[in-house]
């Protein structure tokens, strides 16, 4: 039992007569149970989000591709392909693909092809949102190769000619990342064909043998209030399937020793244990409700929660993100509001929600933001400036179909100075400025500026803010 329930006075099924609880107690017993409840909604909310993008992408009635296969998005994430995908601040200026990995049964062999230095790369999350590993961009190049992803206690022998990575969790994401633009142009094509060869095999049919038959998922479906909202959002119709979930996901994805040893015992008065299903029938009423506070605040809490350096009106995030490990805000914030979040080293983003002023950006007013220069990158990668609705963390319908600005925008107008302005309004700003329009919602949004294979300059400015010149968003008064 999690927690013994609170025997009344009299009460003959308690065994012993006692007195009740003082209000002194009631209140204390409510705020610490809703402490704990809510520190562990933090710890689990990129569990949870992750098994939730697995039913949306992989297992569930609607999945875009079966487990260990990959879906590719056929075109950059529009609003649309957004939603479909249920995956949050997208970047727009690659195709993207997803696919889910079951490691239990196998391995997995995982092929990328030589690009023709066009930038791609695929990152590997584990189910705790952790990037342990990268395959192509500036991990490995862009030349190609083969790689086993090996799940935790897997002891066979891999045929040569691959390297190994281990897995950390049972099952994880492969999320390949293809640049669409190279040399200033669109190459759809190119990029699609370079997706299209990045590709999995389960061992034993790699090695010429009968394809290993994966067993069958009958994981619960998460029922959540708008399936309109990101898998992030964790609107769950009944705010207790979240704990539920994290147990579930949990015990078949443990997370480290180090944290079954130190962290998840003090997770017992909630009935959250390793090697049990959560029952709520076993959780003291008053914990229970505590419980179903927590999961409802937690995912709008995370969406509020300021964290990393606020510097010129922008949101820096620290170094520990992609692969926060025991950094647990961070990981938390970022399973929220930018779900798969790279590694520095891999790529760099901040975000922007309010101007100059400290105001919040919104479609009602008007704004620009002046750059020296571009994010820093090694080629072939790339810089971006994206819009995104705040409601829902997707990109944002227009009249261009215009979701970023930066390097890979041919047509963008410099000062004389050698920087440029980005318009960012929801009307046109006119014809002649247009070349430099972001266009906004006309309610809240938020920029996020990235670069992909950042150099070292960018890298800085998670842990140096004033190491290289970040611009504010600025009104602009008619």
Known sequence: MAMPAVAQEGDASAGVKQTQLTPAQLTAQAEWAYSLALQTANWGAPLVTMYNLRHNDAVGPHAKSSPNNIWRMENISTPALSKEAGYVTPNVNTVYGFGFMDLGPEPVILTVPDSDNLYYMVEIVDMYTNAFAYVGGKATGYKGGKFALVGPGWTGTLPEGVTRIDAPTRWILLQPRVHLYKDGKVVLDTARKVLEEIRTTGLSAYTG???????????????VSDPGLPVSALDFKDP????????????????????????????KPLGIELGRKWDRTRVDPKVLEAMTKAATNIAPILSDLPFGWFYQGAYIPPATIGDSQTDYMTRAKIARIGLTANTPFEAVYFQYIVDSNARPLTGDKKYTITYKEGLPYIEPGFWSLTMYDAKNNYTVENSLNRYMIGSDTPDLKKNPDGSFTIYIQAESPGKALESNWLPAPK??????????APADATIRILSDPTSWPVPAVVEVKD
């Open 443 to 452: 309610g809240l949004f938020y920029l996020i500026p990235r670069s992909y």
């Open 240 to 267: 207790l399937q979240f704990w539920e979930i994290l147990s579930d996901a949990m015990n078949e994805n443990p997370p480290p020793d180090s944290q079954i040893a130190a962290l998840l015992p003090s997770f």
């Open 209 to 223: 043998g009968t394809p290993l038959k994966l067993p069958a998922y009958n994981y619960p479906a998460p029922v």
